[in-house]
Each structure stands twice: as C-alpha cells, then as structure tokens.
C-alpha cells in the first residue's frame, strides 16, 4: 500500500484501541499517595523527563535532517512541560527539585523504546503513538483537574502541553508519510506501535491493580 494509505492504517488502528483505553478504568499510572492532583504530577514529571531523553538519545542516532529538527522540537517541549510542572508543583508546596522522578529507574516503556534501531520504527513507537497515548491521557488529567477546582494545572495542560503533544503527533505522521513506504517498513512500524500500545495498556492495568489510580498525565 501507498504510505498514505498505510498512515491512515496505522492511525485508525491506534484510535481504535486507545478508544479502549480511554474509559476510567484503564490507562491508569502508578503514584504514590492519595490520588491528587499533587502526586499525579509527580507521576508526570518521570513522563515527562523520560520523553525528553528518549528523544534526545534518537536525535544524536539519526542521520536524517528532517527527523533530528523534529526531535529537538521535541526535547525542548518536553524539557519545557518538566520545568513548568516543577513550578506548578512548588504553587502546590511541593519541592520539585528535591525530588528525583528516575530514582527507582527507567519505565518499562521508555526501555522498550530505547531498544528501537530504525527511525521507522522509533518515529512510529516515539512521536506517532506514544504521543497518541499522552493526549488521551492529557485529557482525562485536564478533566480530573477541573473537577478537583485546580484551573491551573488544566490550563497549563490545556493551553501549552496538550498542544504540544499533538503537534508532535502530526509531525510523526509527516515523518511517516516519507519513512513507511516499503512493506518491510511499513510492517516494522506497525510492529514499533502495535508493541508500544501493549505496553501502554499492561502497564497502566498493572497499576490499576495495585492502586487503583487513575488520570494521570502523560505517557
């Protein structure tokens, strides 16, 4: 099939099951605590450093101009969602920078990424649905914010974060449209994404499991 065509595949099969993981009692991250909005954004901030450096290890990897601009965009967004959650999290009384959000290591996700050789494959994991899942999950945290009366934090998500993920999204799908266009690519793709959503799905019922947590931002 056409890139194009093999694009809008892949989409339609990552909304059809992340409209599965949408409802409340899946995509649940771990936290520590109570659920609040202080201890989901200590969660975020581990999202948050781990997208920037899986990004940033990809971008010193890769040959490909177009594909090196795309994740510096992406390192400096997220780079900017850590601090500014830093900041609301010291509005909240919490000290951000006493606190080291990979002091019990990497996530499981973030290993499996670091596997991926191909830029294919990192593009279709990394920016096609791994941020795919963040905005499904950015979503339901702005929803939890907003019903918890913090208008802030939902608007920091609202107006900057969410915005930003999907803007890495859509510059995954423009990457793909000129990198997935062989079968054997396009079968690695599915296959980075396919597994990037398993993950997704495992972990956050692992936690469910042992927290009950849910709305956590981020992926």
Known sequence: MTAEEFVAQLSGENQRRLSRLAPDDTLKPEV???????NLLKVALKNEIEATEIAARWLVTTDEMDVKLALARQVGDEAKHYRMIADRLRGLGFDAKAFDPLAKGYGPLFQYLDTLKTTV???AAGQFTREAIAVVKNRQFIEFCEHAGDRETAA????VIEPD???HHELGRMLLLRLAT???AQAAASH???KTLELADELQ???LASSGIHHAPGC
């Open 182 to 184: 062989t079968p054997d």
């Open 165 to 167: 993920e999907r803007y």
């Open 121 to 123: 494959e990192r593009i």
């Open 32 to 38: 520590e605590g109570d659920l609040n909005v202080l």
């Open 205 to 207: 019922k692992k936690a």
């Open 192 to 194: 980075a994404a396919r």
């Open 156 to 159: 920091m998500y609202r107006d």
